[in-house]
């Protein structure tokens, strides 16, 4: 059940140490924004993929452990420079190895043999201290090892998530609640949002010219114009303001050869759910109208261009069965195509013109690139109105505005926001999975306004590149999306595990193994000789001798080296180490087993001539100044020792769980995400282009609840 616990004691900022006794330091209270004390927390159910049931508070970041399948709070291993600056929600620890201990011996006893051959007396005195200090301790440890090895871990830890909820939208019924609504109540309105609207074949309502007035009449046939304006220039609350569009109207009907015209606020019912279904279904007005006409109070192009930044009136101009738009005002008229529309009235010039040249005719632009350029158009009119974004009502609209430009209209719940609004409408039509291939976009973290839907890829791809790898089963709350399909793999961020490898055998590696296990041998055989008088002790003893200083370049070369097959893991910590460096604390020698991804993300740096990576100079020098990073953000290193690639990237918080979720120019598309228990929720932290092998080495998710 429910209840309400203190939850300040994970934010005292002091040391402690976890069940493996590995010691940590908590985040103070100033580093998450609080100067008081926090108040008693509510506690979350949770229910995990065995189906067991939790109460817990949300205090710390918190992942979900592969190998119990339960959340835990994040411990984050941290370099020296990063340390220094102040932790997020999570709790941190020293960045630390775990590589064999016989191999990391050896490593200490000869790092300083390239300055003993150098002929550095001290060096090599230093150098002989070490190894004849580090030969007892690699006896008896190849003697008695203390380590048994687990085997290749071939595939990636999976990640343990399962989503348990009902989609608010399902692709398919039999997904969605048995208890569902079909209608919703809204602003003392009844609406039904169960299913899709049909075409309306004709207008409900139209003004008719009979004798000497002009009367609200059945809109079956008979031929039309439209009347498109908007409410800025012409208030619905101004009765004389009505009655200009209304005089306008009837003079262009008569120009125009008809009896009839078409006007929103004359012509749609009053009612719900009747009224909803006209507002929406008007796109099939302007289809069936012989003309469209835009009243204006003027004609200037400052007028012109404030009706053309309207979200419907760009619909209306579009829709429009003519390739001339007529402009009218009380002092005269004037005719436009669309295309010079695109030109003149419409301020985004480049993507309204291929709009305008699709719906002329002269350019096919495939689902994919109508939906996206449409999107777009629309969405920037939305921030071009800043004053209408308070309204629920009105940033759904920009959803409703898109569905007039396709074949399915699902209908309208008021209780939708933008991005589930768009993403039902993605879901209903056949718009080439535009949602999953949103999912792999990477926003601009940099942008003052994120729009629901990804337009446009910070990674520098296009929406129709990228193929999607999975697939969304249902919208849920506000931003949330259910995925299906997609591969997920748990990021190790509390240490680096111990890494299973294979070697090939060489003449190298045999005479490194001789020389190490019958070195003792030979001493002992020498002693012996030596104590009973042989003459051929003391060669026997030399020779034992010698085997046995080597030992250190023995274990160098029999546990060093390429390797030619390791486990997977994916292993993340906060900030940025020389790649050198990081490969000694991860496998205890260096052999250039590491490399830098050469393009997963726009932190990268490549050589040159050919397509590999290069270390920037904030990671390989320390004390170098970082590239600038956007607001909030902090750098993160990323090991994937399945490809032995280095990825550094920049985030809010450290991402627990990489989605593969789409691939792109012959990479991967990796959905970095942190984990949230309260929600049992992946939220997007940003997106990686990884190498296409990691994707047979993962495990393969249900449902899992994405923001």
Known sequence: MSSFVDINHHFDGGRHYSREWKSFTNPALRDVGCEQPIPATETFRHRDVLSRETWKPKDLLRYLSPTYGKSFRMLVQATEEASQRAPGDWRRTKLSGNAPTILRLSEWALRESRAARNGEVEELFLLIGKVLATIPLQLFILTWPFTRSRGLQLFYPEFPGRSWDYPKHARNPLDASPVAPRTVASKGEVYQVAGNLDRLLAPRLLMVKKKNSWEPSSGRDRPYICISYTGSHFPQDSSGSCRVVEQLAEVMAIEAGVEAYWLDYRCRASTQPELSEDVHRICDVFRGARQIVVVLPDLSLARMQEWGQRMWTLTEALLSSAQMIKFCSTEQTVERSKISLAEEVWMDHETTRLLAEHYTGLVNLSRLEL?????????????????????????????????????YRPRMDPTDSLFQALARLSLANDSDRIVERMVSMLPDPNAQHHSSFVLEDFLGANLWDIEPLCQVAGVSNDREIILDGCKGISIRWKDIPRIEYLGRSTWKKFIGALSLRSGPAWLLVGIILVGSGSAAGAVVLVMGLLLTVAAPWSVRALYGGKLWGNSAFLIGFEGTMPIKELERMTFGDVADRFSYAPSSSLLCQRSNEERVGLGPDYAERPGTAPPPLPPGHRLFTLIDTGTMTISIFSAVRPPSVALICGREGGMLRVVLCHYERSTNC????????????????????????LV
């Open 682 to 705: 992946l939220h997007k932290e940003t997106v990686l282009r990884m190498e296409t092998p990691m994707l047979d080495k993962a495990g393969l998710l249900g449902w899992v609840k």
């Open 371 to 407: 939906v996206s350029l449409s999107l777009e158009a629309l969405i920037r009119r939305q921030y071009q109105n800043p004053e209408k974004l308070q309204s629920t009502w009105t940033q759904a609209d920009v959803a409703y505005a898109l569905m007039a430009l396709l074949r």
